[in-house]
């Protein structure tokens, strides 16, 4: 069946460093990505999203890459900063099914 | 605007009891989602809706029952809890047009089944 999933369950980055959090998928036809961040004992909240048209999407301090080729999407996070520390999830869908697979999360650490 | 609320936040079930989680949502969205999220996995859909009166199964729907009988609110039911149901739930909501794909979630409802 379908599966999202990301490469490490944990990552540790020095506060000030660039964080880069990997995401991989099966379904080729998958057209939307979203990012998702969820700090402990919270929903999960929109970070970014980009459509399979694009390869690139900036927001602040963020930055989505889809590589649709290797059916793979990463998250950049400049600058990292404490608040950063939290559990970020991708998620994979396609248009017409209104629904999303989510990878595992990678748990990112920001060191002091 | 509350944006996506859950109710209960917190339960502890026995083997056999009943519950209702109820998710309501401000935003006059269209769709709305169940999920469950266990540790060590993503969060999987049990069960959907994408519109007043309509429902429809997600990928773990068994031991679950959804009812939306009013745009603003989407119920998911236990009948009879069995300690696999133990884990995080989340409720969803989104709008409907093709640019509208972020998900708002809710804070979340733990519930334990003894």
């Known amino acids: 069946g379908e599966s999202v999933g990301l490469h490490l369950p944990t990552l540790s980055v020095q506060e000030g460093d660039n964080s880069i959090i990997n995401c991989a998928y099966s379904?080729?036809?998958?057209?939307?990505f979203i990012w998702y961040k969820q700090e402990s004992g919270k929903g999960p909240q929109f970070i970014i999203d980009i459509r399979s048209n694009m390869d690139k999407r900036q927001g602040q301090r963020v930055t989505v890459l889809l590589n649709k080729t290797v059916k793979h999407l990463s998250l950049q996070i400049a600058a990292t900063q404490p608040g950063d520390s939290a559990v970020y999830f991708c998620?994979?869908?396609?248009?017409?099914?209104?629904?999303?697979?989510f990878g595992t999360g990678t748990r990112l650490k920001v060191l002091a | 605007n509350a944006g996506v609320t859950q109710t209960p936040k917190f339960r502890v079930l026995k083997t056999g009891q009943s519950m209702t989680l109820l998710c309501a949502q401000d935003m006059n969205h269209e769709y709305m989602y169940w999920y469950r999220q266990d540790p060590g996995m993503g969060l999987r859909l049990i069960h959907y809706?994408?519109?007043?009166?309509?429902?429809a199964k997600g990928e773990v729907p068994d031991g679950y029952n959804v009812s939306r009988l009013k745009k603003q609110n989407f119920l998911l039911g236990l009948e009879s809890a069995a300690p696999s149901q133990t884990s995080v739930y989340f409720c969803?909501?989104?709008?409907?047009?093709?640019?509208?794909?972020?998900?708002?979630f809710g804070p979340g409802t733990r519930l334990t089944v003894l």
């Open positions: 809706s994408v519109g007043e009166g309509t429902t």
């Open positions: 998620a994979a869908g396609y248009s017409g099914t209104y629904k999303y697979i």
């Open positions: 379904n080729s036809a998958s057209d939307y």
């Open positions: 969803a909501s989104r709008g409907q047009t093709i640019n509208q794909n972020e998900q708002f």
